[in-house]
């Protein structure tokens, strides 16, 4: 069972990098025998531990003995929705504007905004909001890293894309249009359920055996991205900036190349092969040629 899986049962139950890119973990609730694998950081007594790493060096996180903590109402909602929402909007002016609110939140309250194509950029752009409520639990050595603790996702979809209408739930949508809406609000609720962290070139698996998102896609699991400082963070002046990151669902090879060659390698790879800024579920694997066995 992959971690999109698990999410949708709980939900049914309960009706950088150094220099110029951030520090960077990924998605809801995985299979727990399935590595969370993150890059540029150190396991500490605060933070997420591990005494496994990647053959790139970087660290890998398993979730076996993660202690269910019951339900908890979030605390606070929305703290920097303002901000997040703003910046967005002069992102990308002049886009109708809707949000798929959560009904049920479990520590904190994750919306999905969407806003829609213009003749001219005919793609849809998804983020989240609510993510940013709660500080991410960092690991030693970047545990003063103040600007990494608050973050939201984005991803990019096409404009044929069936992304659903205002004032009807997501979850009406069949599966396969929205799993990628699934898959961000999984995300955006993980670094604070399991006490860990998300970032810049971390990878997660959809299970140990790389699920496939959903029936017919080959991507069996997610890369996070950061694209810079205009589209990578939201500045607040009265406090704590707001990192964002570029979700990329990825095929089993690429995730693996990126845990042997790290997140340079597969940018590489990525910007020879010309990944797609917009989701294409039809897109080539870029590393369908690496074929090495990862101890």
């Known amino acids: 069972m992959g971690f999109l899986d698990r999410f949708m ?25 399935a590595p969370v694998e993150q890059e540029e950081s150190r396991p500490g007594a605060q933070g997420p531990k591990t005494d496994e790493y990647t053959p790139g060096g970087s660290p890998v996180y398993r979730y076996e003995d993660h202690r269910e903590e019951g339900f908890q109402p979030p605390v606070d909602v929305g703290v ?3 901000l997040v929402e703003e910046h967005f909007s ?3 002016p002049g886009r109708g504007h809707f949000v798929y609110h959560e009904m049920i939140s479990d520590r904190v309250h994750v919306d999905v905004h969407i806003l829609r194509p213009t003749e001219e950029q005919n793609f849809y752009v998804l983020y989240t909001t609510g993510m940013s409520d709660l500080p991410m639990t960092l690991p030693e050595g970047l545990e003063n890293r103040e600007e990494l603790k608050y973050a939201e996702l984005f991803l990019f979809l096409p404009g044929s894309w069936n992304v659903g209408e205002e004032y009807v739930s997501a979850k009406d949508l069949p ?6 809406i699934n898959m961000l609000k999984f995300l955006a ?20 055996d790389y699920a496939p998102m959903c029936g017919g896609v080959g991507f069996g699991g997610v890369v996070l991205d950061w694209l810079g400082k205009e589209y990578g963070r939201v500045e607040n002046p009265e406090g704590h900036d707001v990192m964002l990151y570029y979700v990329i669902p990825a095929y ?3 995730i ?10 597969l940018s590489k790879r990525f910007s020879e092969g010309e990944l797609p800024l917009v989701l294409d579920i039809h897109r080539p694997n870029l590393c369908a040629d690496f074929t090495e066995i990862l101890d």
């Not at 599966?175 to 990628?180: D, L, Q």
């Not at 693996?256 to 390698?265: A, I, R, W």
Request: aromatic share 16%; glycine share 14%; no cysteine.
């Open 80 to 82: 920097y929705a303002k």
């Open 175 to 180: 599966y396969e249009s929205y799993w990628p």
């Open 252 to 254: 089993k090879q690429e």
């Open 9 to 33: 049962k709980k939900k049914t139950e309960a009706a950088g990098k150094q220099g110029n890119a951030p520090g960077g973990a990924e998605p809801g609730r995985p299979d727990r025998r």
């Open 256 to 265: 693996e190349y990126k845990l042997k060659y790290g997140m340079e390698g």
């Open 90 to 92: 002069q992102l990308f």
């Open 189 to 208: 609720r993980f670094p604070h359920e399991y006490h860990t962290w998300l970032g810049f070139g971390h990878t997660m698996p959809n299970g140990p």
